[in-house]
């Protein structure tokens, strides 16, 4: 899957030399378009004469979108409803988002894709396979949840899952534990492309030119954590974990960057605990939250529930030692075992915690980590064989 930077640069070059005419149509299926994806959809687009249909904006989303001027990015018509659902974590609620879209029919049969690309197993999909069948087209599934995320789903979301599975011959999951989850249901392992979920990395592979200052000042060594203040994050355990290692008289600061509806609770047991020296900063733009990573100097994903984790690759390309919780889909695929700890055993979260503050755990190895380039061209690698086939 890994391919070099010359043949990623042939395959577009190539894609340029096509009339729009003899390009074929691809549609993706969306509930809302995540920045972090955008490299990928403009490849595609560059080579497909594609479109992407998505849902309403979620509540809990502030993502600021950049998309080229030749992306074609379009809302269906439908609803979404937020909905507290059990996560893979006994006794944690989170919010989740069901989208249901009727209108994403009417804009397939409008725009007659010859390749369908639709994320997850729900009414989206549902509505690709139909229109699949109807056209005789090939649907792909792209998904992302593993055994741990799934575990207690529930019978509504099992049967679905087990009818879409049936129709479905085309897979791709972002990771070794997402295609560990779909084999579990039946699907065949050679009807998967297994990628990776990535980001962009030459956003922080690069040096900042500038300084965040939002570090200076503050006790080292410095423990980052990055993402949504919620319960299913193990931001709670960090903490916790935090103030014990405190308690042995190291001094290092807790910098969390993100906001959510747990901030004030955090900030409240950190204080409950005796622990001084955590400081919260609110969601920044990328080029920030580069500076952040650059200027610490151990990243932490206490996680309880993640699907993949890609603030775990950001954290890599920038060179910093990182120590994941093994409830991220990312953790057993990116990191070295001495890296990975259980968030939930006290023992186990302190004893990664305190190797990263020793400057003990090192950099981790980035060839563990795919470039955007090589998932990209590995996807259409793939679209490409399955149309021959066809």
């Known amino acids: 899957m890994r391919l070099t930077t010359a043949v990623f640069m042939n395959a577009r070059t190539k894609s340029h030399m096509m009339s729009t005419k003899q390009k074929k149509r691809l549609a993706i299926l969306v509930n809302v378009v995540a920045p972090y994806r955008l490299p990928i959809y403009e490849f595609l687009n560059s080579i497909y004469d594609m479109k992407v249909f998505c ?10 979108l950049t998309p080229s001027a030749g992306m074609n990015i379009q809302e269906a018509w439908g609803w979404v409803f937020p909905l507290t659902t059990k996560t893979g974590v006994d006794g944690v609620r989170d919010t989740h988002y069901v989208h249901i879209n009727p209108g994403l029919f009417w804009k397939l049969l409008r725009f007659k894709p010859d390749i369908i690309i639709s994320n997850e197993m729900g009414f989206r999909s ?38 879409i599975v049936r129709r ?29 979920n990535c980001v962009e990395q030459e956003r922080f592979t690069q040096i900042p030119k500038n300084h965040s200052g939002l570090l200076d000042g503050l006790q080292r060594p410095i423990m980052l954590c990055v993402g949504q203040l919620l319960k299913r994050k193990g931001v709670s355990q960090l903490i916790e974990s935090c ?27 950190a204080s409950e605990k005796g622990f001084r020296n955590l400081h ?39 060179g910093l030692p990182v120590a994941c919780s093994r409830y991220a889909g990312c953790a057993s695929e990116l990191l070295p075992e001495e890296c990975v700890f259980d968030p939930l055993v006290p023992e186990n979260i302190d004893m990664v915690l305190r190797s990263g503050l020793e400057g003990s755990l090192g950099v981790t190895d980035r060839s563990s980590v795919l470039k955007w380039q090589a998932v990209a061209e590995a996807i259409r690698l793939s679209l490409e064989r399955d149309d021959a086939i066809l």
């Open 55 to 64: 849902g309403k904006r979620e509540g809990n989303r502030s993502w600021v």
């Open 126 to 163: 549902a509505i690709a396979l139909l229109y699949g069948d109807i056209a005789r087209k090939p649907v792909w599934v792209w998904w992302g949840g593993t055994l741990h995320s799934e575990r207690y789903a529930s019978v509504l979301t099992r049967f679905v899952r087990r009818r």
């Open 168 to 196: 479905t011959k085309h897979w791709i999951s972002y990771g070794r534990e997402a295609s560990e989850y779909l084999e579990s249901l039946g699907v065949e392992k050679s009807s998967i492309l297994q990628i990776q």
């Open 243 to 269: 103030a014990r290692l405190a308690a042995e008289d190291r001094e290092f600061s807790l910098v969390l960057v993100g906001n959510g509806p747990e901030k004030d609770a955090l900030a409240k047991l």
């Open 280 to 318: 919260m900063i609110p969601n920044q733009d990328q080029e920030q939250i580069n500076q952040i990573y650059h200027e610490a100097d151990v990243f932490v994903f206490p996680t309880l529930e993640d699907i993949w984790g890609l603030v775990v690759n950001e954290a890599i390309w920038a």
